[in-house]
């Protein structure tokens, strides 16, 4: 995780995660201590055609739009960046 706090130059509040920090903190907000979840990014993708500028041809093109971000469990076995074990980034305190 990246944090950006206020300063004199930049008053705005940012913070920037993997999908991995990001799975940690749901696994904490949902109280999980089990399972392997995954957090995954929801787009939409639309085709059509691009004109350029005037005296220019018009082009196949796409435009890309996010929808949201999903957090679902998945079997065990499964590896990748965007997968967490809440078991090791949420363990049950003793």
Sequence with gaps: MSAQ????ASPLIKFDYTLGEL?????????????????????RVGIGAIQGPPGTTTVPGATVGFEGVSFAQVES??????????????PRES
């Design 5 to 8: 706090l206020p300063t004199e």
């Design 23 to 43: 799975g940690k903190i749901l696994c904490i907000q949902h109280g999980l201590h089990e399972g392997r979840f995954q957090v995954g990014v929801n787009i």
């Design 77 to 90: 076995g499964l590896e990748g960046p965007d997968i967490v074990d809440a078991s090791i980034v949420n």
